[in-house]
């Protein structure tokens, strides 16, 4: 005589193995895009703030920097929560570049009219994403200038000059 399995036993027992399938398979699935997003501390010493808002607007999707300027780029990425472990960087257009540890290079652009940043983001699960940004290098204005008083050039190439309070200055314009 043969034994019967209760009906309860067996769908429990498929149910229990349908669970453990559907967790193993989305424990291999990737996250959701991470999203990553390049900011940069560029200060504009190359174009007037109006200036600024035109070169934007002809590009959108590229950022931009002075010539032999040097600027720090920051990664940040929305990874769902998983921390992210390491940054890989590279860098063209650049004459010298560092990575600064967490998710931070330091650029020194060269004198080209392009350049490009890309980076890949490892999380935790070893999940990796990338982006590259390419970024416009504008040349510096070159002028050249005659002050009354005249200026004075510092071991750092900067130009001071010293005047009194309530004294004025002359420029004139020689370029």
Known sequence: MRKKTPRMTIRALAFFVACLLSSVAFAQQPPQPCHITITSDFESQCLLPLDKD??????????????????????????????????????????????????????TWGNGSTGQISVTITTANDYSCSMTQNVKLIEKPNILVKTAPAYIEDNNGDKIIYVCKGASVEFTDLS
Not at 60 to 66: F, G, L, N
Not at 68 to 82: D, F, K, P
């Open 54 to 107: 035109s070169v934007y607007n002809e590009e959108p999707q590229t950022i931009i920097a002075c010539q032999e300027n040097t600027v720090t780029y920051t990664a940040t990425s929305n990874t769902g929560g998983i921390p992210v472990v390491g940054w890989t960087w590279s860098v063209a257009g650049a004459s010298t570049w560092s990575d600064n540890g967490n998710g931070s290079i330091t650029v």
